[in-house]
């Protein structure tokens, strides 16, 4: 029984202990767990933060510039060697004036930032967290104090040259300190990232490039009233100096800003400034009357409803934009390092070769080894007039490759280099003559896969006169693919622009003429490139009277005096009768700062780069 006795006592012994050994086992297991789930909340409280904080600098650099350059155009002057900081005389501008300037800057931008941010979840869909982003650029964002332990200084001049008062486009870098909290928390987890750093911004004179279509006079040089209509497709930046007409539902895609002006000049507004727009049927509207507002205006009368869309924003009592008065820039720029003419040009060619050694070869992709890639310029011009006679024209042939140096072919069909005052000339991109070009085209389109420019080269072709363009001019690397479209549900598909980081470009621009599409040019041009005249037209010749040819197939933008007409169509149908149609697709290259070389600049201020520079980090766990 002893024996027994004992027995029992130590399996009761060796179950207790089992048993405080399974509740040991059972206790570490349930702490594990939960330290488990609060490393996981931990770890994907860090990655919402941290996809916060990315967040805030993507705003900053997309709809962040966009509303900074709006604040610029309203508190930059215009005037002074500076954009903020002064008329001084110095190299750099006055600190506390720029400061003084930037802090009204940072104030307006403050708004537009919390307004983009919030009392808004950035949390992914599904996910039952909390993440929250502010972004300071005053001492207060989201109407919270600064955190502690952080400040901020006031903005400052990084770098750039005064204005000389000589038209050259200068640049200049200002910066404004910021802020970044990005804060996240799930269930329990909770995650704090503090960013401090510099808001950076580059100012330079707006180039005309930048708009999709620009006009002085908003009619034809006969003064016939010109209206959008529901055929209208612009997908980049729609200015006139005058006042718009609007039939049915035209489509804008990119901001659209009027003057207002009753009587534009070249140079100013000539007459009253009276904001506003035509509504087919319901004549002028003053913008304080537009119903239901001024930013969607839409009126319905016996033909039809007359609402157009702004997708981007509209503002009618937008600065007048003066024209420039003369080519000097571009004259200057071409007898320095690009090609000058002193008289017409008959025929301008552009095109693209491949060449190993002096043999063509075909373009692949990538290059074979050894083969080099060439822009060509055959230019055939009127080198003396004889008296009371016709031109002696020369033809000139020019190439460069991606290093810019300059090559003539000479008599001997040899290719050698453009020296001017003993040096070699780097060509500057542009082309110039004190006449008109009678032809200016690509390729013929029995070449037609050989692009007019190559993926490096970036040319502006400038005149005094007239510039006639006869054929196809296109880029071997598009930045786009296809046009806006209109579906039958009455909305509108943009053209594809997923290749922005190509750099060949072309800019047209005629400063006493007009740009045609000629005669003879053929069915369904392509024109890549942005097509300027500061006092006629960018227009098709004979519009009225040749036989329909198809659309213009232009990706880029016009700048024009007039409204250029490009052909006609029979209302019925909606088709055309003569001339083009238009399928015009913005280049939106244009609203990050790229132009053609020495393109005409607006003489207004935009923000041409921004840039995020992060200087500090710290996180916390709650």
């Given at each position: 029984?002893r024996?027994?006795?004992?027995?029992i006592?130590?399996?009761?012994?060796?179950?207790?202990?089992?048993?405080?050994?399974?509740?040991?086992?059972?206790?570490?297991?349930?702490?594990e767990?939960?330290?488990?789930?609060?490393?996981?909340?931990i770890?994907q409280?860090?990655?919402?933060?941290?996809?916060?904080a990315?967040?805030?600098?993507?705003?900053?650099?997309?709809?962040?510039?966009e509303?900074?350059?709006?604040?610029?155009?309203?508190?930059?002057?215009?005037?002074?060697?500076?954009?903020y900081g002064?008329?001084?005389?110095?190299?750099?501008?006055?600190?506390?004036l720029?400061a003084?300037?930037l802090a009204?800057?940072?104030?307006?931008?403050?708004?537009?930032?919390?307004?983009f941010?919030c009392?808004k979840?950035?949390?992914?869909?599904?996910?039952?967290?909390?993440?929250?982003?502010?972004?300071y650029?005053?001492?207060s964002?989201?109407?919270?104090?600064?955190?502690?332990k952080?400040?901020l200084?006031?903005?400052?001049?990084?770098?750039?040259?005064?204005r000389?008062?000589?038209g050259?486009?200068?640049?200049?870098?200002?910066a404004?300190p910021?802020?970044?909290?990005?804060?996240?928390?799930?269930?329990?987890?909770?995650r704090?990232?503090?960013?401090?750093?510099?808001?950076?911004?580059?100012?330079?004179?707006?180039?005309?490039a930048?708009?999709?279509?620009?006009?002085?006079?908003?009619a034809?040089?006969?003064?016939?009233?010109?209206?959008?209509?529901?055929?209208?497709?612009?997908d980049?930046?729609?200015?006139?100096?005058?006042?718009?007409?609007?039939?049915?539902?035209a489509?804008?895609g990119?901001?659209?800003?009027?003057?207002g002006?009753?009587?534009?000049?070249s140079q100013?507004?000539?007459?009253?400034?009276?904001?506003?727009?035509?509504?087919?049927?319901?004549g002028?509207?003053?913008?304080?009357?537009?119903?239901?507002?001024?930013?969607?205006p839409?009126?319905?009368?016996?033909y039809?409803?007359?609402?157009?869309?702004?997708?981007?924003?509209?503002?009618?009592?937008?600065?007048?934009?003066?024209l420039?008065?003369?080519?000097?820039?571009?004259?200057?720029?071409?007898?320095?390092?690009?090609l000058?003419?002193?008289?017409?040009?008959?025929?301008?060619?552009l095109y693209?070769?491949?060449?190993?050694?002096?043999?063509e070869?075909?373009?692949?992709?990538?290059?074979?080894?050894?083969?080099?890639?060439?822009?060509?310029?055959?230019?055939?011009?009127?080198?003396?007039?004889?008296?009371?006679?016709?031109?002696?024209?020369?033809?000139e042939v020019?190439?460069?490759?991606?290093?810019?140096?300059?090559?003539?072919?000479?008599?001997?069909g040899?290719?050698?280099?453009?020296?001017?005052?003993?040096?070699?000339?780097?060509?500057?991109?542009?082309i110039y003559t004190?006449g008109?070009?009678?032809?200016l085209?690509?390729?013929?389109?029995?070449?037609?896969?050989?692009?007019?420019?190559?993926?490096?080269?970036?040319?502006?072709?400038?005149?005094?006169g007239?510039?006639?363009?006869?054929?196809?001019?296109?880029y071997?690397?598009?930045?786009?693919?296809?046009?806006?479209?209109?579906e039958?549900?009455?909305?509108?598909?943009?053209?594809v622009?997923?290749?922005l980081?190509?750099?060949?470009?072309?800019?047209?621009?005629?400063?006493?003429?007009?740009?045609?599409?000629?005669?003879?040019?053929?069915?369904?041009?392509?024109i890549?490139?942005?097509?300027?005249s500061?006092?006629?037209?960018?227009?098709?010749?004979?519009?009225d009277s040749?036989?329909?040819?198809?659309?213009?197939?232009?990706?880029?933008?016009?700048?024009?005096?007039?409204?250029?007409a490009?052909?006609?169509?029979?209302?019925?149908?909606?088709r055309?009768?003569?001339?083009?149609?238009?399928?015009?697709?913005?280049?939106?290259?244009?609203?990050?700062?790229?132009?053609p070389?020495f393109?005409p600049?607006?003489?207004?201020?935009?923000?041409t780069?921004?840039?995020?520079?992060s200087?500090?980090?710290r996180?916390?766990?709650?």
């Amino acid at each position: 029984m002893r024996n027994k006795g004992i027995a029992i006592v130590l399996a009761l012994a060796t179950v207790l202990v089992v048993s405080g050994i399974g509740a040991l086992i059972f206790t570490r297991t349930i702490r594990e767990i939960r330290h488990g789930a609060q490393d996981q909340g931990i770890v994907q409280t860090l990655m919402l933060a941290r996809g916060a904080a990315n967040l805030g600098g993507s705003l900053l650099a997309t709809r962040g510039r966009e509303r900074l350059e709006r604040i610029v155009q309203q508190t930059a002057s215009s005037t002074d060697r500076w954009a903020y900081g002064g008329n001084t005389g110095t190299e750099a501008p006055d600190p506390v004036l720029a400061a003084q300037g930037l802090a009204n800057v940072a104030d307006r931008f403050q708004s537009d930032l919390d307004g983009f941010l919030c009392g808004k979840n950035f949390a992914p869909d599904g996910l039952p967290a909390e993440v929250r982003v502010r972004v300071y650029v005053t001492a207060s964002a989201c109407g919270e104090p600064l955190p502690p332990k952080t400040r901020l200084p006031p903005g400052r001049f990084v770098e750039g040259a005064p204005r000389t008062g000589t038209g050259s486009g200068v640049s200049q870098t200002y910066a404004l300190p910021f802020v970044m909290v990005a804060e996240a928390s799930l269930g329990q987890a909770r995650r704090n990232i503090v960013l401090q750093g510099e808001y950076r911004f580059t100012i330079g004179r707006s180039s005309f490039a930048r708009y999709a279509l620009f006009t002085n006079v908003h009619a034809l040089p006969n003064r016939t009233e010109i209206w959008f209509t529901d055929r209208t497709l612009f997908d980049g930046p729609v200015h006139t100096n005058g006042r718009f007409r609007f039939y049915r539902s035209a489509w804008f895609g990119g901001e659209v800003t009027s003057a207002g002006c009753l009587s534009p000049g070249s140079q100013s507004c000539q007459g009253q400034t009276v904001p506003g727009a035509y509504f087919y049927g319901e004549g002028f509207v003053r913008d304080r009357n537009m119903q239901p507002s001024a930013a969607r205006p839409s009126y319905r009368n016996r033909y039809g409803t007359h609402a157009p869309e702004f997708t981007a924003g509209v503002d009618w009592n937008a600065s007048f934009i003066p024209l420039p008065p003369n080519s000097q820039d571009q004259k200057t720029a071409a007898q320095e390092s690009g090609l000058y003419f002193s008289d017409d040009i008959r025929s301008l060619k552009l095109y693209r070769k491949c060449l190993l050694g002096e043999t063509e070869v075909a373009c692949s992709e990538p290059l074979d080894p050894g083969v080099l890639k060439l822009q060509y310029i055959e230019v055939t011009y009127c080198a003396q007039k004889n008296r009371g006679g016709p031109c002696t024209h020369t033809t000139e042939v020019y190439r460069y490759g991606p290093d810019g140096l300059l090559y003539q072919e000479n008599n001997w069909g040899q290719f050698v280099p453009v020296r001017r005052n003993g040096a070699p000339v780097r060509f500057n991109g542009v082309i110039y003559t004190d006449g008109g070009v009678q032809s200016l085209s690509g390729p013929g389109r029995s070449q037609a896969t050989d692009p007019a420019l190559a993926e490096f080269a970036q040319i502006t072709v400038a005149a005094q006169g007239d510039i006639r363009i006869t054929g196809d001019l296109k880029y071997e690397k598009p930045p786009c693919t296809g046009v806006p479209t209109r579906e039958p549900d009455g909305t509108v598909t943009p053209a594809v622009c997923d290749n922005l980081g190509v750099q060949n470009v072309l800019g047209v621009y005629s400063q006493e003429g007009s740009v045609w599409i000629a005669r003879e040019a053929p069915r369904d041009i392509h024109i890549h490139g942005t097509l300027m005249s500061s006092r006629g037209v960018v227009g098709v010749e004979g519009y009225d009277s040749i036989p329909e040819k198809g659309s213009v197939y232009l990706l880029g933008g016009i700048i024009e005096y007039y409204y250029g007409a490009f052909g006609t169509f029979d209302p019925a149908t909606g088709r055309n009768k003569t001339g083009y149609g238009r399928a015009f697709t913005y280049d939106r290259r244009f609203l990050q700062g790229l132009a053609p070389p020495f393109f005409p600049t607006t003489g207004q201020d935009r923000v041409t780069s921004v840039s995020v520079f992060s200087y500090g980090q710290r996180e916390q766990v709650y």
